[in-house]
């Protein structure tokens, strides 16, 4: 499976399809199996890239403390490495985060951009749920255990009811690829570091900002101040979907953002 060497790691990442390219980066703790219900129908439109961040998945895990900019830099320094010059991106949560720094330390390598359930950090967020905090913050250690929990704040309890065999099939593909308790610790520090409100009004590209408006990690009112930062940003919130928005609803998420990175008018 393909690896790259990018800033004295590997870095792990899928890639499917032709075109422009489109770089997927998951969220606190996830690899590129986050975007499962995503990759297959962008490469019918795009090349298609998603990634393990450092610490995760596949991707080298080194017992060092990490940043957001590092990641970001990470995500340069694989494009880099497959010859793409621009690329479009589409980060999830602390994924958002990375991708925010993309666009900040890298504009010239940035297409359009998504930003899914995120912020833009620092201490003029809405805060996490106390319950939620709490899933995030105390892992027992046990993936099976942890993802369950996880997954029981990042979807509504609907989709959980409904769905049980995409929670199934998450906890067994992250039972099989496991992410060490001290990696988590690492990004988890990155992640509560991060901050660009004060200069999130400096990215150019165009931005569409989706986001779930039940969700019980990042409040749905992080999208409305995100969107009122960034000139010209594009907002669409999902009814009835939890953070991981962009699984439960699926079908809709990708007609929406496969037509905005097409330069499209947005729906939904």
Same mark, same amino acid.
């Given at each position: 499976?393909?690896? #790259?060497?990018?800033? @004295? ?17 998951? !969220? ?41 900019? %590092? ?37 010239? &390598?940035? !297409? ?12 003029? #967020? ?17 993936? *099976?255990?942890? +993802?369950? &929990? ?11 009811? %409904?769905?049980?065999?995409? +929670? ?20 988890? $520090? *990155?992640?509560?570091?991060? /901050?660009?409100?004060?200069?999130? =009004? ?7 900002? *989706?986001?779930?408006? %039940? @969700? ?5 009112? /992080?999208?409305? &101040?995100? =969107? $009122?930062?960034?000139? !010209?940003?594009?907002? #669409? +919130?999902?009814?009835? $979907? ?12 990708? &007609? #929406?953002?496969? *037509?905005? +990175? ?5 729906? !939904?």
């Amino acid at each position: 499976m393909p690896h #790259v060497r990018v800033n @004295d790691l590997q870095l792990f990442y899928v890639e499917q399809g032709r075109g422009e390219a489109v770089v997927f980066i998951p !969220g606190l703790g996830g690899d590129h199996h986050l975007w499962h219900r995503q990759l297959p129908a962008f490469a019918q439109h795009f090349r298609t890239i998603a990634l393990d961040p450092r610490g995760a998945g596949q991707s080298d895990k080194p017992d060092l403390p990490y940043t957001i900019e %590092e990641m970001a830099d990470d995500v340069a320094g694989l494009l880099e490495a497959l010859g793409i010059e621009r690329a479009h991106v589409v980060g999830a949560s602390m994924g958002g985060f990375i991708a925010q720094m993309f666009a900040l330390r890298h504009p010239h &390598r940035l !297409g359009r951009l998504i930003l899914c359930c995120t912020s833009f950090g620092g201490p003029n #967020v809405v805060p996490m749920p106390p319950e939620s905090l709490t899933v995030f913050t105390q892992r027992t250690g046990d993936p *099976a255990t942890d +993802l369950r &929990r996880l997954w029981a704040v990042s979807v509504t309890e609907r989709f959980l009811r %409904e769905h049980p065999e995409v +929670l199934e099939e998450y906890v067994a593909w992250r039972v099989a690829h496991p992410q060490p308790l001290y990696a988590y610790q690492r990004q988890l $520090a *990155a992640a509560l570091a991060f /901050n660009v409100e004060s200069r999130i =009004h400096e990215i150019q590209a165009p931005v569409l900002i *989706a986001h779930g408006m %039940e @969700d019980r990690v990042v409040p749905v009112e /992080n999208a409305r &101040r995100l =969107h $009122a930062r960034i000139p !010209g940003s594009r907002l #669409v +919130l999902f009814p009835e $979907a939890g953070h991981l928005f962009f699984i439960e609803r699926a079908e809709e998420f990708n &007609r #929406v953002a496969i *037509a905005f +990175l097409k330069g499209e008018e947005p729906s !939904g």
